[in-house]
C-alpha cells in the first residue's frame, strides 16, 4: 500500500542536509512509507543549485523512495524564514511591484525544476488571500493582477515540465474567501496547470466539520497536506489525535479524482517520541485512511 510522509527540516544533525536527510530518509522507509513530500525550505526563497537538485534527487531514489509532491515557496512565508536575522519578502507572487513578482517567479520555477528532477507532478504554492481582498472591486483587482501576472509568467515552465501549481488553502483568510480564490483560479486555469492541495486541518480551522473545498472543486484535487488539530490552533496532529470527522474526510477524496497517496504533513517534534517509533504510529495510521478511501471507493462502484 502506497503511503506519503513529509520530510522535514531537521537541523539538529551537524550535516542535516545530506547525512541527516539520509537518516530521515532511511527511517521513513524503513517504517513502510513509499513516498514521501519535499518540504525543507518550503516557506523560504532559498536557492537550489543544480548541484543540490542532483544530489536530493539521487538520495531519494537511493532511498528507495518516490516523491509525491515538492513543497514551492510564494517568497515571503515568514514561519520558515529567520526573521531573527531578516524579514525576507524580496521575493513575492503578490507583489505590484515587476522585478519583484519576476523573482518570485524565477523562484518558482527553481521549485519546478527539482520537482521535475524528483518526477514530482506538482508544487504546492501559498496564495495569501484575506477577507479585505473582497471588500471592493479595487482591492480585488490590486490583488489578483500581480497573482495572475505570476502564474501566467510560470505557466510555460510548468507545462513544459509536467509539474502542475496544487495551491494550498490557508487560514490567512475565511472559508468564503479562499472559496473565492479557488474560484478564479480554477476559471481562468486549465486543471493540467492548477489544482488543489486540500489541508485538512487548515480548514477545519476555517470551517469546523465542513468539507465544503472538496465539495466545490474535489475535480481539481491534485495533492494533499493530512493533519489533526482541535479547531483553534494549526497543531499538526497525526490523524485521530484531533477532532476531525476522518470518516468524513475520506469520503470527500474517495469521491474526487485524487490519486492517492495521502501526504501526512505531521512533523514528529509534535510528539515525545523516538523517530523510529513515531514513524511506525503515522504509518499505521496512513494505512487506515488509505484503507478508508479505498472501502469508500469501492462500495461506489458496487
Known sequence: MDTCMTVWHWANHDRWYDEGLKLSLGLIRDAGFTHINWNPDAGSSYWYAASEIDFISGTIRD?????????????????AEHPWLAREDRKDIHSPHAWQRQAAV?????????AAALNAPDIVLHVDVRDDVFSDATSEQA????????????QPTCLENGVKVAVENLFCGSAGSFL??????????SP??????????????????GLSVLERFGERLITTHIHDNFGATDDHLLPFDGRIDWQSVTDAIAATPYETPLNFETPKDRYGLPDSAYYARAHQIACRLESMIADARGAGSA
Request: some cysteine.
Open 106 to 114: 524565477e523562484l518558482l520555477e527553481n521549485r519546478v525544476q527539482l
Open 143 to 154: 490583488f489578483f493582477e500581480p497573482v495572475f501576472a505570476t502564474l501566467d509568467a510560470l
Open 63 to 79: 532511498a528507495g523512495l518516490k516523491t509525491k509532491t515538492v513543497h514551492a515557496s510564494n517568497g515571503v512565508n515568514r514561519v
Open 192 to 209: 493540467d496547470f492548477v489544482g488543489l492541495c486540500y489541508d485538512s486541518g487548515h480548514w477545519e480551522m476555517l470551517e469546523p466539520g
Open 180 to 189: 473565492e480564490l479557488f474560484d478564479r483560479l480554477f476559471t481562468r486555469y
